[in-house]
């Protein structure tokens, strides 16, 4: 299969075989419940390396200039990462494709007795690699990387406490009358452009227009469900 690298696809491929990326709304949720979804956004946009450029920026910041020492430029460089961001990246990439890419990520095994309980194989990919193409999916998969105005939904500065793809889901149904499959192939940058092809001058909705929209997709979809459930 060839991958539409717009909306997030990617093709990695070994000696063997190619392996298929897709960020698609249904691979999104096989991360694990919402709120799992957005702490492995999280763990892989605050890795280690970013809290100490931070801190590093702030500490030698002098006047409206910043003077880093060469051995703390050498550290930041390194490449370093935090456990949480490896295990993200690896959760991301495994529920991304539909094949055993232990050898491309890595996996880990038992260590031995009254040793570490577990030991990490590294696979074909550098760490700092796998972060990197993680991210570009989380990205693709769940806030979506395509020219729109802020929707409804992200004009609040609250947090997102996660993300119900099922949601996502049941919109693209409604809206572009297609197949549950089909929807769920979706990845949020094509749902998003597909949106912009629909409705090509829209500028954004307003409070009450967006609650409009998702109230009626409540109704279109209990509509639906009962039509489903009576055949």
């Not at 590294?122 to 796998?130: R, T």
């Not at 802020?150 to 996502?168: I, W």
């Not at 192939?185 to 009450?208: C, D, H, S, V, W």
């Amino acid at each position: 299969m060839t991958p539409i690298k717009e909306i997030g696809e990617f093709v990695l491929a070994d000696q063997v075989k190619e392996y298929f990326f897709r960020p698609s709304f249904m691979n999104m949720a096989r991360i694990g419940e919402p709120e799992e979804i957005v702490r492995a956004f999280h763990d892989l946009f605050n890795d280690e390396a970013t809290t100490l450029m931070h801190r590093a920026i702030k500490a030698y910041t002098a006047g409206n200039k910043v003077r880093l020492p060469e051995y703390v430029l050498t550290y930041l460089m390194s490449g370093i990462l935090t456990r949480k961001a490896i295990m993200a990246a690896h959760l991301v990439l495994s529920a991304c494709c539909d094949d055993d890419i232990s050898e491309l990520i890595g996996w880990m095994k038992p260590g031995r007795t009254g040793r570490r309980a577990f030991v990490w194989r590294p696979g074909a990919i550098p760490l700092q690699n796998i972060v990197v193409l993680a991210q570009g999916l989380m990205l693709h998969g769940i806030i979506g990387k395509a020219k729109i105005r802020k929707l409804q939904r992200h004009e609040s500065n609250d947090t997102t406490p996660g993300f119900r793809a099922t949601d996502y889901i049941m919109a693209a149904r409604n809206h572009f009358g297609i197949s549950r499959d089909e929807a769920e192939n979706l990845t949020m940058t094509e749902f998003i452009l597909m949106l912009n092809a629909k409705y090509p001058n829209q500028k954004g909705f307003t409070r009450e227009e967006y609650d409009a929209v998702m109230d009626d997709d409540d109704r279109r979809w209990a509509e639906m469900v009962e039509r489903e459930q009576r055949t």
